[in-house]
């Protein structure tokens, strides 16, 4: 089996998972509980929040945990609105974004927000004056993904981050769901005031996810309860996928510092291979981030090549279920400019450090041979 | 990087004549430890300053590290070179290009080689023309500079610097002898600890647990002050002290009004005893004055009297914001805050003497027999060293 879709979620590491089973067997306790089993818990998450503080370089109070990036988009987003509606009521963000920060933000709208969607260039990356020019005294909220999942690219988010830093009601939010591992996203001093991590596109457990929130940062709480987590978010903690969580962040971080090039090595001999087939058009820039090439096969329908490659064994994505209202067509694609049969032929190859260079020549192969069967079919 | 130097001045410590070589050798040493997981740093002593030879390490973590260390005056990054005009211009340059905001500039030499062929005064102008010379847009101003370069010329090399980072100031730990700290697990006693060891005194600490009535979470919370607070000295002894017994025989024996009061003097009774034991000569308590019943006036003075060592109280005039931001600075607030009970918030009774009188604490004490009591405690003292050497961690597999 070749696995090629890391960016809809990857294998949860084997050590993660077994710190998983340990934890929710042995420190089944209650954080919460004064009695020395819940201590046990409580000390197990304090050191979870330490070591995901240690890993982005922040506060260990500035960590909080979730269920993943949806979660965290929604509380991000959501929770600053609400919060600071008195201040305005302008939100923004781009097209290009997940569909958890582009609901979120058409949820606002329904409630009297006013959402800006920023549109990209031909790379899908947005421009730092398009932001510039789309902020007002109104502007409470900018929220820009780091990587889009879709098409790989990069957003300038450190120079975005010096814009608003200047800006004292303004808070910066980054989805950082794709980035997280793979490409540094350094967050003290960086302007950037919320930043989503989800555990399972990093060989962590679904269900498990961190939002970063600058330490006197306020937010409206979706879950009222408890009082866990300093308020942000009530609910018992999951100590065992908390803990679990920092473990995968761990594993990642030392991938992406001893595997720096391997990824960027995968992605040039995929680009050369697909580049020989003539059918193909890649839709990613060079020099976006290496886990994810997403191209076209204009004329194909990408569900149908998709299945036959499953025939295969060899998994790849075609667009991500999204909110363009034409059902077939990738509105990340749409927003970059490419023609309607572009867009709407679009697949995604996304990496993990696990791939391997003979894993790359096979699905090429085996994709030329697919195109072949399909076009006699069709012909 | 250009900078291959990072220069540590001394505080306080240059005025002390005779001790100076004393304080000098602990500051090391202080330093030493705290940079132990670099190897490739080389740290060298002199009269009146430290260099530490960077090797190609990355000088950020080390000034970060540096600057929490008590008897650090002030640090800079530093190019070293040797004493040639030729060698120290174009170092200059370099330094000037690095401050990429400023736009005016200043020199200061030093020269405590008087082999250098050149004065000071005369070294600014050629140093300063060089540099005009050779960059756009930078002008001297000598009155409000936004960069300064100073060029200290020495018979080992010549010194240049740009910016003077801040460091804590103080006097290095271990070079005042060592106190007792009653440490409870609220706010005030690690800042009062804090501060001790910016006067050069080392810590061990006491604390009095009363399982069940105060809980392991509570016990806990000491040990991590007290392991935060090893991070500005060196390693501290935490004695856990059973105190459930003996707080349970005042509870009953004294009358209610007065419990309080008895209470704290057999604390101090025993910190006293394991002072003696451990070569300590004074305590420290993180009292201020009025906060509670126990630390008024009268109660001070009602408290104390159990006691012929130095109480020392290095918190008695500051008010409680100004203790909060030094606990904040320090980063023990938030295990301060940890919402547990401390030693000192049960059994305290709902309307403690604000003003008790001696002759009548004596009284009530003199009818109770604490000595068998106090020799149990005495043996059955828990004895934690921070930080742990040989950290068991049970967890360690999961993370």
Do not use: W
């Amino acid at each position: 089996m070749i696995y090629f879709d890391n960016s809809a979620t990857t294998k949860p590491d084997p050590s993660v998972l077994e710190s998983f089973l340990q934890i929710s067997q042995k420190y089944y306790g209650n954080p919460s509980s004064v009695h020395r089993f819940g201590l046990e818990a409580e000390t197990l998450l304090r050191k979870a929040h330490e070591q995901a503080a240690e890993i982005l370089r922040v506060t260990s109070s500035e960590i909080i945990f979730t269920s993943g990036g949806t979660e965290g988009n929604n509380t991000a987003i959501k929770g600053i609105a609400l919060a600071h509606q008195n201040r305005g009521n302008h939100i923004i963000t781009t097209q290009i974004e997940h569909p958890s920060v582009l609901e979120a933000c058409h949820s606002l709208e329904t409630l009297g927000f006013d959402v800006t969607y920023l549109p990209v260039n031909e790379h899908g990356t947005v421009d730092v004056k398009d932001v510039k020019q789309a902020l007002t005294d109104k502007t409470i909220l900018v929220s820009i993904m780091h990587i889009n999942n879709e098409l790989g690219s990069i957003q300038p988010i450190e120079a975005i981050g010096q814009l608003i830093k200047k800006r004292p009601t303004t808070y910066f939010h980054v989805d950082h769901v794709q980035g997280f591992g793979k490409q540094t996203l350094p967050l003290h001093d960086s302007g950037i005031d919320l930043c989503t991590i989800s555990g399972h596109k990093i060989h962590g457990l679904k269900g498990t996810g961190i939002l970063y929130v600058k330490k006197g940062t306020t937010l409206f709480s979706l879950f009222h309860g408890g009082n866990q987590q300093g308020n942000y978010r009530s609910g018992t903690e999951n100590v065992a996928g908390d803990v679990s969580l920092v473990k995968a962040m761990r594993l990642i971080k030392e991938q992406e510092i001893n595997s720096k090039n391997h990824l960027d090595e995968l992605n040039q001999l995929l680009r050369e291979l697909l580049q020989e087939i003539p059918e193909i058009m890649i839709n990613t820039s060079p020099s976006q981030a290496p886990q994810i090439l997403n191209f076209s096969i204009p004329g194909y329908k990408p569900e149908v090549i998709i299945h036959a490659l499953g025939e295969r064994e060899i998994f790849i994505s075609t667009k991500s279920a999204c909110s363009s209202k034409k059902p077939d067509e990738s509105a990340v694609l749409h927003a970059v400019g490419f023609s309607q049969e572009r867009s709407k032929s679009g697949l995604r190859v996304s990496l993990s450090y696990q791939n391997t260079k003979e894993e790359i020549e096979l699905f090429c192969r085996s994709l030329r041979k697919v195109i072949q069967q399909l076009s006699k079919v069709m012909g | 990087m250009l900078y291959d130097h990072i220069l540590i001045r001394y505080g306080e410590l240059s005025l002390k004549n005779k001790n100076r070589k004393k304080f000098i050798y602990q500051l090391h040493e202080n330093v030493r430890t705290k940079l132990i997981n670099y190897p490739e740093l080389k740290i060298k002593n002199s009269r009146d300053r430290m260099t530490i030879l960077l090797n190609g390490q990355d000088p950020e973590p080390i000034i970060e590290a540096c600057q929490t260390i008590y008897g650090v005056q002030s640090l800079s990054l530093a190019i070293k070179v040797d004493n040639d005009t030729e060698q120290i211009k174009h170092a200059a340059l370099q330094a000037l290009k690095e401050a990429t905001d400023a736009r005016t500039f200043k020199i200061t030499t030093k020269r405590a080689d008087k082999d250098f062929p050149i004065g000071s005064q005369e070294f600014n102008h050629v140093i300063g023309s060089h540099l005009l010379t050779n960059t756009e847009d930078y002008t001297v101003d000598v009155h409000h500079p936004d960069v300064e370069l100073h060029i200290d010329i020495r018979k080992q090399g010549t010194y240049i610097t740009s910016t003077r980072i801040k460091g804590a100031g103080g006097l290095p730990v271990g070079s005042a002898g060592k106190t007792l700290l009653l440490l409870s697990g609220g706010l005030d006693s690690p800042v009062a600890g804090y501060l001790m060891m910016g006067r050069g005194v080392k810590l061990e600490a006491v604390h009095f647990h009363s399982p069940p009535y105060t809980s392991e979470a509570a016990k806990q919370k000491v040990l991590d002050l007290a392991d935060r607070l090893t991070f500005f000295g060196n390693e501290i002894k935490v004695h856990i002290v059973p105190f459930t017994a003996l707080q349970q025989k005042i509870h009953r024996e004294i009358p209610y009004g007065y419990s309080m009061t008895v209470m704290r003097r057999m604390m101090l009774k025993i910190s006293e005893k394991i002072a003696a034991k451990e070569n300590i000569l004074s305590l420290t308590t993180g009292e201020s004055l009025g906060q509670v019943a126990s630390q008024t006036m009268e109660s001070m003075h009602a408290i104390n009297e159990v006691t012929n060592y130095p109480l020392l109280r290095p918190l008695v005039s500051m008010d409680k914001e100004a203790i909060i931001r030094i606990s904040q600075q320090i980063d023990t607030y938030d295990i301060s805050t940890r919402p547990y009970e401390d030693c000192c918030t049960v059994f305290v009774p709902n309307a403690p003497k604000t003003k008790p009188k001696l002759d009548k604490v004596k009284y009530f004490e003199g009818l109770m027999d604490v000595e068998g009591d106090i020799t149990d405690i005495m043996n059955d003292i828990e004895t934690i060293t921070f930080p742990l050497k040989q950290e068991k961690d049970t967890f360690a597999d999961l993370f």
